[in-house]
């Protein structure tokens, strides 16, 4: 997912935030908090303005629509 993330980032010159829960605890509960139980698993995108996510990997059609709505 990360060429598609950097494509997103330059096209629309937004930012996404890349958190590593695999050594770090506090970014794997944060993820908990957000997942609520959805996906449980990574990669896992969630729009904290819109509070919708995606689960999974997604096409840049898809990414695009989730962190520009």
């Avoid at 993330?5 to 908990?32: F, P, Q, S």
């Avoid at 908090?33 to 990997?57: A, L, M």
Wanted: glycine share 8%; with cysteine; charged share 35%.
């Amino acid at each position: 997912m990360d060429p598609l993330v950097e494509r997103l980032e330059d096209e629309e010159g937004i930012r996404v935030a890349r958190l590593e829960i695999w050594h770090n605890e506090a970014n794997a509960k944060l993820m908990r908090e957000y997942d609520k139980g959805q996906c449980g698993g990574v990669p896992f995108f969630f729009n904290t303005k819109t509070g919708k996510w995606i689960c999974g990997s997604a096409d840049y059609e898809r990414l695009k629509k989730w962190a520009l709505e």
